[in-house]
């Protein structure tokens, strides 16, 4: 499909574009017209890679002064899935330019030139291991140490230096190759890791060193988080690349996790002691004369060691600010503690000189060395944590000592700073508010999008209770009550009897895993769960656990069925897909929240609250859902796949914490599953397989969830007569807006337009129009579609739908009549003081977002829907908000006694306090 989104010409592989695609390339143009950073959520297997490739490489294409897309991932499968797309993409490109150039006349050869002209460059990179083809290295592929020791012991300056006077000396002929012919080759086209290694092998090159020289010329370079967060890294990989850059963090939800862990630093007894041995096999070194300062600094990190070694003998949990740190350092050794700052860089360059290349065995004097790096360069946003007791080994004294990152920001903050434009992107990403201030960063668009859908495929079901109506929880009151993990396994037993094929089940912990799978051995409750399916579990053994993941797939294909038991924040939660007959069931037992009593997620949360001002509650709530909601969203890759989605915990079925969900699980609630038992879960789940499993009317999606490209057009033509009517009721003082108004009933009838919400019509003020226009901008870039309670202030207010085609988002303030036009145009200058009023009132707050136009259209009960309150709670919402001095009423807001003569000033002090 090629279309037109506001003056940009799309390539996009595919003859359907999905609703939400559509809108979510809407939120992108704006973004990158604006040269700024974005945060979107878009649903779980709505095809976000295909979209923002497709839509950034023709953003590319229109305008030739923008950089390269940098597109980082998290794991090697995205990364692979990542370009396989971008190949669909660009081919698809080629093919069209090539039929533009023949239908301009020219032959085949000049066409395809054409074509080509306007390929780009794709590539992506990895670790050696990842890449390297020489067969001796890769006789060792699982140990990544000697991997890279190898490599080096084949390709350093040096050791070829060395075979210039002595060809016995071996080198990597892939990398000579490389060196003498690689680095002028034309490469085009898009190259996978395997595509890589393939054309290394066919033209003699290395595959590792061709993608980092491919880096400085590529149109889109794909690689890990790590190349661009970890400073280490990211100097010798990402320093050189240019400032007017795309960058892309995809399945970003845990982008702040992985920012510390990048500044993080763990030392213990053991690797103080190997560093010890590291200095005294550097001091034996015959160093050359011209680098003798070598030997200080050999001396001052021996002095640093025996520092560390004394300052980790503590018989108590103690802390300390690095600035504190040092001073005592300083103090203690009678030494200027400012060289630390350089202590990494000049370990590196004692290495290279003297010619070392097995680095891995000097990695105990590197940690340290990171470590007294990070502790003079940063004063601020770090903590020194001194423990007796290591997590591995609770019981046996072995002392740690953690630089532990306590702000995220500073790992991201130099992207931020370069590059033109950051994407952070995911499914999971609400609250979105939550994002800017742990990162620090001010995006121009955030926004989080409904799922399409003509049939439901996703049941999110809340069971709060069991059979014996016993509360469902793992509050750490309730945990180790026995009645309550009875209950947790017979949900489980209820849903293993129920859903054919696979089902995954996640628990908060490790350590309460194992107390509970122990518990139900015991009582016979695995006995009746293998009776439906057989049964495998996570370990802490990456290998053990690929080994499980790959029978648990065996036995779902061969039809015997498969549980599988896993952790909220394991491996297998972050990167494992449990798409089609693999997971048609996920049960979440708990709620994840992390352990509190962490010392170092304690001072994270004090920084937090003292510097971005985010309660610890807050917190702890927004991370434990966002685990949660990657969870449940292992089970559905495809608006074509569908599941089950249990959340075991009655705390999920409070309305704080369901609307921290993201906005396409909190749309397929309903009230009748919030406060079910396993019973009732287990019945409801056997309806919902039974539709599911009817066939599927391709047909009816067309129009609503899939649109063809005349539905595109009609969207672009229905923006352009928009944005004429716009421009047009400016330009001569009104009369023409009630047609825009009109065009957009329209559309929303018709279920294609956007979730942004219009000015009302029949107003000739020249004031109304431009205050309509600042408005529709504000709910374009600001304000979420319905169902995000108390996400903005206009979400707080019931909203008012009366008739189809009436305004959802801000049909709480603008009636659908056309009386009082003068003054809905006045509310109209108030209506961020109103909002941001209404979201701080915890009465209106709790009012629901309502229904919009869509679902009136489409002959919904919206009494039905769990936003919308009855006649008696609005009743009681509006008396408790007017107790608050606020109006909570949905219907039309009077104007202020005498209203019509007030300016808007003074309008927006009566909206206030009416």
């Given at each position: 499909m090629r279309f037109m989104l506001d003056g940009l010409e799309v390539f996009f592989p595919y003859d359907f574009i999905y609703k939400e695609q559509y809108s979510y390339m809407q939120e992108l143009k704006k973004a990158l017209d604006a040269k700024g950073d974005c945060l979107l959520e878009m649903p779980t297997g709505t095809g976000k890679t295909v979209t923002l490739l497709s839509f950034i490489t023709s953003y590319q294409?229109?305008?030739?002064?923008?950089?390269?897309?940098?597109?980082?991932?998290?794991?090697?499968?995205?990364?692979?899935?990542?370009?396989?797309?971008?190949?669909?993409?660009?081919?698809?490109?080629?093919?069209?330019?090539?039929?533009?150039?023949?239908?301009?006349?020219?032959?085949?050869?000049?066409?395809?030139?054409t074509a080509a002209a306007a390929d780009l460059l794709g590539i992506c990179l990895s670790s050696r291991r990842n890449m390297c083809v020489h067969p001796r290295v890769m006789s060792n592929e699982s140990d990544r140490e000697r991997v890279d020791a190898q490599c080096r012991s084949m390709t350093a300056q040096w050791v070829r230096s060395r075979a210039e006077a002595d060809p016995s000396v071996r080198l990597c002929e892939f990398f000579e190759n490389y060196d003498r012919l690689g680095t002028d080759a034309d490469l085009r086209g898009i190259y996978t890791l395997d595509d890589l290694k393939a054309a290394g092998q066919e033209h003699g090159w290395c595959p590792y060193f061709l993608a980092r020289h491919a880096i400085s010329f590529a149109n889109v370079v794909v690689y890990n988080y790590q190349y661009m967060l970890d400073p280490k890294i990211a100097n010798l990989v990402s320093r050189e690349l240019e400032d007017k850059s795309i960058v892309v963090f995809d399945e970003a939800h845990n982008i702040d996790n992985v920012c510390i862990e990048a500044l993080s630093v763990t030392l213990d007894r053991g690797t103080l002691e190997g560093a010890a041995r590291n200095l005294g096999r550097l001091a034996a070194e015959a160093i050359p004369g011209n680098i003798r300062n070598a030997e200080l600094f050999v001396r001052f990190m021996r002095h640093v060691v025996r520092f560390l070694k004394d300052r980790i003998k503590v018989a108590h949990v103690d802390s300390e600010t690095p600035a504190s740190f040092l001073h005592r350092m300083g103090t203690?050794?009678?030494?200027?503690?400012?060289?630390?700052?350089?202590?990494?860089?000049?370990?590196?360059?004692?290495?290279?000189t003297l010619e070392v290349t097995e680095v891995d065995e000097f990695a105990p004097i590197s940690l340290v060395a990171d470590f007294a790096t990070l502790l003079a360069t940063y004063p601020k946003g770090f903590m020194v944590v001194l423990e007796p007791f290591n997590s591995r080994t609770p019981h046996i004294p072995d002392p740690i000592m953690q630089l532990a990152c306590l702000d995220a920001s500073l790992a991201v903050r130099p992207v931020?700073?370069?590059?033109?434009?950051?994407?952070?992107?995911?499914?999971?990403?609400?609250?979105?508010?939550?994002?800017?201030?742990?990162?620090?960063?001010?995006?121009?668009?955030?926004?989080?999008?409904?799922?399409?859908?003509?049939?439901?495929?996703?049941?999110?079901?809340?069971?709060?209770?069991?059979?014996?109506?016993?509360?469902?929880?793992?509050?750490?009151?309730?945990?180790?009550?026995?009645?309550?993990?009875?209950?947790?396994?017979?949900?489980?037993?209820?849903?293993?009897?129920?859903?054919?094929?696979?089902?995954?089940?996640?628990?908060?912990?490790?350590?309460y895993m194992e107390t509970i799978i122990t518990a139900w051995h015991e009582w016979g409750v695995l006995e009746r769960v293998e009776a439906h399916k057989l049964l495998f579990i996570e370990t802490k053994d990456i290998v053990a656990t690929t080994l499980s993941l790959g029978s648990f797939r065996r036995a779902c294909d061969s039809g015997r069925g498969a549980?599988?038991?896993?952790?909220?924040?394991?491996?297998?939660?972050?990167?494992?897909?449990?798409?089609?007959?693999?997971?048609?069931?996920?049960?979440?037992?708990?709620?994840?929240?992390?352990?509190?009593?962490?010392?170092?997620?304690?001072?994270?949360?004090?920084?937090?609250?003292?510097?971005y001002h985010i309660r610890e509650q807050d917190f702890l709530t927004f991370d434990a859902l966002r685990n949660s909601a990657q969870c449940v969203g292992r089970v559905i890759r495809s608006k074509r796949d569908y599941g089950v989605m249990v959340f075991g915990d009655m705390r999920y079925a409070r309305q704080d914490k369901r609307t921290k969900l993201p906005l396409w699980v909190q749309q397929a609630m309903r009230p009748a599953h919030l406060a079910l038992t396993p019973e009732l879960a287990a019945s409801v789940t056997a309806r919902f397989l039974r539709e599911m499993a009817q066939p599927e009317d391709a047909e009816a999606a067309v129009g609503t969830s899939l649109l063809r490209l005349e539905h595109v057009k009609?969207?672009?033509?229905?923006?352009?007569?928009?944005?004429?009517?716009?421009?047009?009721?400016?330009?001569?003082?009104?009369?023409?807006?009630?047609?825009?108004?009109?065009?957009?009933?329209?559309?929303?009838?018709?279920?294609?337009?956007?979730?942004?919400?219009?000015?009302?019509?029949?107003?000739?003020?020249?004031e109304h129009a431009a205050a309509a226009a600042t408005a529709e901008a504000m709910a374009a870039v600001s304000y979420p579609p319905r169902g995000a309670a108390g996400a903005t202030g206009l979400g707080a207010t019931q909203q008012s739908v009366s008739a189809p085609g009436a305004f959802s988002g801000l049909g709480g303030f603008l009636d659908a009549d056309d009386e009082d036009d003068e003054d809905d145009a006045e509310w109209m200058h108030v209506l961020p003081a109103a909002a941001s009023s209404a979201a701080g009132t915890a009465g209106v707050a709790a009012v629901s977002a309502g229904a919009s136009a869509a679902d009136v259209a489409a002959g919904?009960?919206?009494?039905?829907?769990?936003?919308?309150?009855?006649?008696?709670?609005?009743l009681a919402a509006q008396a408790e908000a007017e107790a608050e001095g606020l109006e909570a009423s949905s219907r039309k807001r009077p104007a202020p006694e005498g209203g019509r003569g007030l300016s808007a000033p003074k309008r927006a002090k009566a909206a206030a306090d009416p």
């Open positions: 294409l229109a305008h030739p002064e923008t950089g390269k897309l940098i597109y980082c991932t998290r794991t090697v499968p995205e990364m692979t899935k990542a370009v396989e797309e971008l190949k669909r993409v660009v081919a698809y490109r080629h093919e069209e330019l090539r039929k533009d150039a023949v239908a301009s006349g020219s032959d085949d050869a000049a066409a395809e030139a203690t050794l009678s030494v200027d503690p400012k060289p630390l700052r350089f202590a990494y860089s000049r370990l590196n360059s004692l290495l290279r931020f700073q370069k590059f033109q434009s950051v994407i952070l992107t995911s499914g999971t990403l609400s609250p979105l508010d939550m994002y800017p201030k742990i990162l620090n960063f001010h995006p121009v668009v955030r926004a989080s999008f409904e799922m399409s859908l003509t049939r439901p495929c996703i049941l999110p079901l809340v069971v709060s209770r069991g059979r014996d109506q016993t509360p469902l929880s793992t509050k750490f009151e309730t945990r180790d009550d026995q009645n309550v993990m009875r209950n947790y396994g017979d949900l489980v037993v209820q849903m293993a009897s129920t859903v054919p094929d696979g089902m995954v089940v996640f628990f908060p912990s490790y350590s549980v599988f038991f896993s952790i909220a924040r394991g491996k297998v939660a972050e990167g494992i897909d449990f798409d089609r007959h693999y997971g048609r069931a996920v049960v979440l037992v708990g709620v994840p929240f992390q352990y509190t009593l962490s010392h170092v997620l304690r001072a994270r949360l004090a920084f937090m609250r003292d510097h009609s969207l672009e033509a229905a923006r352009l007569a928009d944005e004429a009517t716009a421009e047009k009721g400016v330009a001569v003082g009104g009369g023409a807006a009630g047609s825009a108004a009109d065009a957009i009933r329209e559309a929303l009838a018709g279920g294609f337009a956007a979730e942004g919400d219009r000015a009302k019509p029949g107003s000739s003020d020249p919904e009960d919206v009494e039905d829907d769990p936003g919308v309150l009855s006649d008696e709670e609005a």
